[in-house]
């Protein structure tokens, strides 16, 4: 897992190159393993491989949702908020198990942040998402993960460059003795 943590940097360029039926098997199986509080599992997700699909969520916000017009999936990452009051917290950690997923098995991936959101100064994004998708309104939009085949190679963040000056112990403020 550390080495995954490692090596893992956000990909907004991809391949033209679909993900293959055993990937994404195991990407959905993993999303589906994901901890919840409680166990409630509020989360629904919806795997977008259709290019025109693709391209409509890209506009899903003014600035950074563009690459996902290249990827060859979007994840959309939704949570029903009337199932459970930490439908963001689990609906989070199931947005980071497809990154980690997705990475272990050679593609690359990128978060969009949806929910809280603007698309236009008129609606949010999450409206936006609901309406191209057919969401009911019920169905919270966290976040879309694009994932591909990378087309772009980033260098791992040096460990030297980690801020340890955020690790305390035992009392905010105590570092290591």
Known sequence: MIDILRTRRSIRKYAKRAVDAGSLEIIKEALLRSPSSRGLNP?????VDDRDVLDRLSRLKETGS?????????????????????????????????????HSLGLGSCWVQVRGRAHS???TAEEYVQE???LPTSLRVESVIAVGFPAETKTPVPADRLDY??????????RAG
């Open 66 to 102: 563009q690459f996902l017009k290249g990827a060859a999936l979007g994840i959309v990452v939704c949570g029903d908020d009337s199932k459970s009051d930490t439908w963001i917290e689990d609906c989070a950690i199931t947005s980071l198990v497809a990154h980690l997923t997705a």
């Open 121 to 123: 100064g008129e609606r």
């Open 43 to 47: 989360w629904a997700f919806v795997f």
């Open 165 to 174: 000056g955020k690790i305390y112990y035992n009392r905010y403020g105590t």
């Open 132 to 134: 191209v998708l057919g």
